[in-house]
């Protein structure tokens, strides 16, 4: 079965430089999220889209953009990039709300590994 | 939002049964308690969802009180690869802003 696709899988950026990453939700699914994990810490919610609106917004930093495309493929963007944004970065999604036959879970991808030297 | 707490770490070896339990004192009427298990370097998966009662799916069984303001994951006959970080969340059940608090450590040994 197709599962929530993130690229790239690892990059390294230098301070001050901009990141973009990627994410393709499993097809059909209309919500996606993003969570950034930094080492030993645990998943911290960024921000949300549902139906190409930004749905809910957590601790994303004012450097960092995102959206949900036409597509439902969603992008995170990073400017200034400091050391302290070295981290996974994971986008989950979710699949229509249809009531009582929508558990809510989330399928995570496997992540972006950020890298700033 | 709901806050939940649970235990920084759990022992255990295999094939005993585990139990996490984690509170959640604020839980809201419409709100369900999801449990996720992670592997380091690797997304969160989805374990088990429950509003009330009991909930029993092939890997794990969710009790959760009449008053629901704690939840307890219980995992059946451990095995080494069950080591992984626990979490419980509560939430509407939409995934709306799920938050993650601590998880649990669970080491299984041989």
């Known amino acids: 079965a197709a599962g929530v696709i993130q690229s790239p899988r690892h990059l390294i950026k230098e301070k001050r430089e901009t990141a973009t990453l990627k994410c393709y939700p499993i097809?059909?699914?209309?919500?996606v999220y993003w969570y950034q994990q930094g080492p030993g810490q645990d998943p911290q919610f960024l921000i949300s889209?549902?139906?190409?609106?930004?749905?809910d917004k957590g601790s994303i930093p004012d450097r960092f953009s995102a959206q949900q495309f036409s597509d439902y493929h969603s992008e995170l963007n990073m400017s200034s990039l400091e050391l302290g944004d070295s981290a996974l970065y994971f986008c989950?999604?979710?699949?229509?709300?249809?009531?009582?036959?929508?558990?809510?879970?989330?399928?995570f991808g496997e992540g972006s590994r950020l890298t700033v030297l | 939002l709901a806050k939940t707490t649970q235990p920084i770490s759990m022992d255990s070896y295999e094939g005993q049964e585990v139990n996490i339990t984690c509170s959640h004192n604020?839980?809201?009427?419409?709100?369900?308690i999801t449990w996720y298990q992670q592997f380091p370097s690797q997304g969160p998966r989805f374990i088990i969802q429950?509003?009330?009662t009991k909930v029993t799916n092939e890997v794990a069984s969710l009790f959760i009180p009449a008053d629901r303001k704690s939840s307890t994951l219980s995992l059946p006959r451990v095995s080494l690869s069950d080591t992984a970080v626990y979490y419980c969340?509560?939430?509407?059940?939409?995934?709306?802003?799920?938050?993650f608090g601590a998880g649990t450590i669970l080491r299984v040994k041989s």
């Open positions: 429950g509003y009330k």
């Open positions: 604020n839980i809201a009427t419409n709100d369900y």
């Open positions: 097809p059909r699914h209309d919500t």
């Open positions: 989950a999604s979710s699949a229509p709300r249809s009531g009582a036959a929508n558990t809510g879970e989330l399928f």
């Open positions: 969340l509560v939430g509407d059940g939409y995934g709306n802003k799920l938050v």
């Open positions: 889209f549902y139906e190409k609106m930004q749905s």
